[in-house]
C-alpha cells in the first residue's frame, strides 16, 4: 500500500487570520519503506511571514518573493497524493491550510484516508510530550538536521517515527558508507526490520507435535 508522509509550513497558525502555505513535503512510502518519490515545493504565500512563523521555519518574505505560488503546484501536489493514505503529525493544522489553499482556488477539500501520528502518540505515551523532537529522542532518531522546521526535512523524520509509532520496526540501518571495512563502522547504525507472523497449518501443527513426543521420548525416557 502506497502512503505519503505530509508536512507544511505557514505564514501563521490560522487560516482564520488569512495565513498561507510557504512550503509542503511529502515523501512517498510503499509497504512502509520510501520510493524515493518526493514532492518539495517552497511557496511564495502572497502575505508576510509572522514573527512566530519566522521563527519557526526562517523563510523571510524576501526569500519566498520569486518562488512559485500554490497555483502553480496543486495540479501535480493533488495527483501525487491521488489514492494514497496521508501521514501527518497533527493533521488538523495541515489539513486545514491545504483545504484553504484548494478552496481559495475552487477546488475541492481533501478526502484521503489520514493517520495522524499526533494522535497515535498521545494514546501511546499518555501525558508525555509527542512533538516530532521528542518523539526523535525516544526513538533515538538523528534530528540534528533540524535546526529550524523544513517540510522535506520533518517527512524525513516523520516517516521513521510513524513506523516506530506502528511498531512496525526498531531504528532503521541506513548504509551511507561505501566499503564497510568491519563491523565496527555499523556497530552505531540502526537496523532495519519487518515483524511478521507466520501461523503453521494443520499438517505442519502434526508434524510438531510427533516431533515433540518423539523428542521427549528420547531425551527424558
Do not use: W
Not at 59 to 71: G, N, P, R, V, W
Not at 85 to 92: F, G, K, M, S, V
Amino acid at each position: 500500500m502506497k502512503e505519503v508522509i505530509l508536512d507544511t509550513e505557514t505564514t501563521g497558525i490560522s487560516v482564520k487570520e488569512g495565513h498561507r502555505i510557504v512550503e509542503i513535503g511529502c515523501i512517498e512510502l510503499e509497504n512502509l519503506v520510501a520510493t524515493k518519490n518526493n514532492f518539495h515545493f517552497l511557496l511564495n504565500p502572497e502575505r508576510k511571514v509572522s514573527e512566530k512563523a519566522l521563527e519557526v521555519h526562517g523563510y523571510t518574505d524576501k526569500f519566498l518573493s520569486d518562488k512559485k505560488k500554490f497555483k502553480d503546484i496543486v495540479d501535480d501536489f493533488l495527483l501525487f497524493i491521488k489514492d494514497k493514505r496521508l501521514i501527518i503529525h497533527n493533521a488538523e493544522f495541515d489539513l486545514a491550510h491545504l483545504n484553504n489553499e484548494l478552496k481559495i482556488l475552487g477546488k475541492e477539500p481533501i478526502k484521503n484516508d489520514v493517520i495522524d501520528t499526533l494522535i497515535l502518540a498521545r494514546d501511546k505515551f499518555p501525558g508525555s510530550p509527542i512533538n516530532l523532537d521528542a518523539l526523535c529522542k525516544r526513538y533515538r532518531i538523528d534530528n540534528s538536521k533540524r535546526t529550524h522546521h523544513s517540510a522535506l526535512i520533518d517527512c524525513e523524520l516523520l516517516s521513521k517515527v510513524y513506523i516506530n509509532l506502528i511498531d512496525q520496526k526498531e531504528p532503521s540501518l541506513n548504509f551511507n558508507e561505501e566499503n564497510l571495512e568491519n563491523d565496527e563502522k555499523i556497530k552505531n547504525k540502526n537496523i532495519l526490520y519487518f515483524k511478521k507472523v507466520i501461523t503453521p497449518n494443520e499438517k505442519e501443527k502434526t508434524k510438531h507435535d510427533q516431533y515433540l513426543k518423539a523428542s521427549l521420548k528420547k531425551n527424558f525416557f
